[in-house]
């Protein structure tokens, strides 16, 4: 039997309103973040998460262990949900997924701005070569 676990938590975090969505399957973590402006309501999450579940983007944390859980008495569930309720935040293992996935998408906007630098430096180099050629062709 595959077991999947879900999580989604809304919270402030100054100036807007964050949602953090994790997940667990076959004992992959990943966690993605969504940005909503004002303070969203239950069926505009909803709504969101319906129409918009194709284009989230998970990040699969590599070193984060998995969480197994037992079967909880219904009591014990029904105070860990108003301790989570109470609890404003993120997870630290959700954090730590999220910021590493800020630092690769960081790395990657690096690497593709220095290439596509390089690629006009190296067309405006053509063209000066060009204008120099011309110039001397005349005479």
């Keep these: 039997m595959i077991k999947t676990v879900?999580?989604?938590?809304v919270f402030f975090e100054d100036p807007f309103w964050v949602g953090v969505y994790e997940r667990e399957t076959q004992g992959?973590?990943?966690v993605c973040k969504?940005?909503?402006?004002s303070e969203p309501k239950d069926y505009e999450i909803y709504d969101f998460l319906l129409k918009k579940w194709t284009y989230l983007r998970?990040?699969?944390s590599k070193d984060a262990p998995c969480i197994t859980e037992r079967p909880m008495n219904p009591k014990r569930m029904q105070r860990e949900i108003r301790h989570?309720?109470?609890n404003t935040g993120v997870g630290t293992k959700a954090q730590q997924a999220l910021k590493q996935q800020q630092e690769l998408g960081?790395?990657?906007r690096k690497t593709r701005s220095r290439k596509e630098k390089e690629a006009e430096n190296e067309r405006k180099f053509e063209l000066r070569q060009q204008k120099r050629k011309?110039?001397?062709?005349g005479h």
């Design 84 to 86: 989570q309720l109470q």
């Design 28 to 30: 992959e973590y990943q």
């Design 58 to 60: 998970f990040y699969a």
């Design 34 to 37: 969504i940005t909503f402006g």
């Design 134 to 137: 011309e110039k001397h062709k």
């Design 106 to 108: 960081k790395q990657d």
């Design 6 to 9: 879900w999580k989604f938590t």
